[in-house]
């Protein structure tokens, strides 16, 4: 079935340093790939997505790279900052009618020390 | 434009109960998606609802059902609750672009 594998669960960074989150999933027909980031109480929400015709995106300190023949895609977070600590989920889906189904990885906690 | 919003936000209920949660989407929006939300299992899709139809449908028992009216807003129903059922419920709204946009939750405890 559908499946999204992500590492690592928990990760701890010193400000300023860079940090990289990764997932894999099973779905080949999946083209869609958004990653969330849900602070404490707080709803998810969407912090940059790619879609399958694109191999890397970029929004300032943030980035995603996909590599679609090994079914890979990464967040790349750089200059951390204390208020980047969060926990992200990384998620795939098919465009178009199935949009609207994500399939989230399991989360990974983030922890930028000052 | 308003945010999603999710009526109520907190429930307690218990066990044998039956529950209706809200989701009022993005002004525009006609995609309404759920999400359960637990510690153990992470965010699990429930179903999504598109233009009062649902269109795609998660692993869950059929205990868990929804509907979505004329206006794009969704309900979801749980009924006979279980312990195991206390969770947060997160729904989804999704516009022309694909991206789905969080709603803040209701938060059920199932006693």
């Known amino acids: 079935g559908e499946n999204v594998e992500q590492h690592p669960s928990t990760l701890s960074v010193q400000e300023g340093d860079s940090a990289v989150i990764k997932c894999t999933y099973s779905?080949?027909?999946?083209?869609?790939f958004p990653w969330y980031k849900q602070e404490l109480g707080k709803r998810p929400q969407l912090i940059i997505d790619i879609r399958s015709n694109v191999g890397e995106k970029k929004d300032q300190r943030i980035a995603v790279t996909l590599n679609k023949t090994a079914k890979h895609f990464s967040l790349h977070i750089t200059e951390t900052q204390p208020e980047d600590s969060a926990v992200y989920f990384c998620a795939a889906s098919r465009l178009g009618g199935n949009t609207g189904k994500l399939i989230f990885g399991q989360g990974t906690t983030l922890q930028v020390k000052p | 434009k308003a945010g999603v919003t999710q009526t109520p936000r907190y429930l307690i209920k218990t066990r044998g109960q039956q529950v209706t949660l809200s989701c009022s989407p993005i002004?525009?929006?006609?995609?309404v998606s759920w999400y359960q939300q637990t510690p153990g299992q992470g965010l699990q899709f429930l179903f999504e609802?598109?233009?009062?139809?649902?269109?795609n449908k998660g692993n869950f028992p059929g205990r868990f059902s929804g509907r979505q009216f004329s206006n794009s807003r969704s309900e979801m129903n749980v009924s006979t609750l279980e312990l195991g059922d206390s969770a947060l419920y997160l729904c989804?709204?999704?516009?022309?672009?694909?991206?789905?946009?969080f709603g803040p939750g209701t938060r059920l405890t199932v006693l």
């Open positions: 989804a709204s999704g516009g022309g672009y694909n991206e789905q946009f």
């Open positions: 609802y598109f233009s009062e139809t649902q269109r």
């Open positions: 002004s525009g929006h006609r995609s």
């Open positions: 779905d080949s027909a999946s083209n869609y």
